[in-house]
């Protein structure tokens, strides 16, 4: 099993590029990790990024263009809101959610002198205002910037304290990709 049969096939198909090896890595990262076209379950852009030191979204759009790669789009809405501490996405009501993230970092900050004051300069409210600030407003509002705040936190040498909490808020589905029958074939040969 050979990445040099990918290379050639898009050294051929476009002389002029200058990352079939770049290309052929992520050819052979999608292969070990089992995308065949058959597969269901795709990789997801962020994992290649990951893995393949030095790719580009652009090395992996380049094999769908050329035909080595199938890029699976997310059904439905791109976006949506994810829970960290429960590792859910949340499509309805997040009221709920955001109050008991919330309620569970205003312990921490009522315990914990140095997360408050991490949260405060971020956020360039005073220590004594912190709380109601990060109160005020709506569903939305408030999960912004309980997010705003968990993230000052995670930057911070400071660590969380007890219970758990973790950052609610506004990501992006991600797309995933498979080879194709043709690539799936050249890294075969």
Do not use: C
């Not at 995308?35 to 997801?44: E, G, I, K």
């Not at 220590?127 to 930057?155: C, H, P, T, W």
């Not at 040498?157 to 973790?166: F, M, R």
């Amino acid at each position: 099993m050979s990445k040099k049969h990918i290379k050639k096939r898009i050294d051929n198909a476009n002389p002029r590029n200058r990352s079939s090896t770049k290309q052929a890595e992520v050819v052979e990262y999608l292969y070990k990790q089992g995308a065949s076209p058959s597969t269901t379950d795709p990789v997801r852009t962020r994992e290649i990024l990951d893995n393949v030191p030095s790719t580009t979204r652009t090395h992996v759009k380049n094999l769908v263009k050329g035909g080595l790669a199938t890029e699976i789009t997310p059904t439905g809405s791109s976006n949506f809101v994810y829970h960290e501490r429960l590792d859910q996405y949340l499509y309805t009501d997040i009221g709920p959610a955001v109050q008991e993230e919330q309620r569970r970092l205003l312990m921490d900050l009522r315990n914990n002198p140095k997360a408050l004051k991490v949260v405060s300069d971020d956020l360039n409210v005073k220590q004594s205002e912190v709380i109601r600030y990060l109160q005020r407003g709506g569903d939305f509002d408030q999960m912004e910037k309980l997010d705003n705040a968990i993230a000052a936190i995670e930057r911070s040498n400071v660590s969380k304290g007890n219970p758990t909490y973790g950052r609610m808020g506004w990501r992006r589905a991600s797309n995933k990709y498979k080879l194709t029958p043709e690539g799936m074939k050249l890294y075969q040969k």
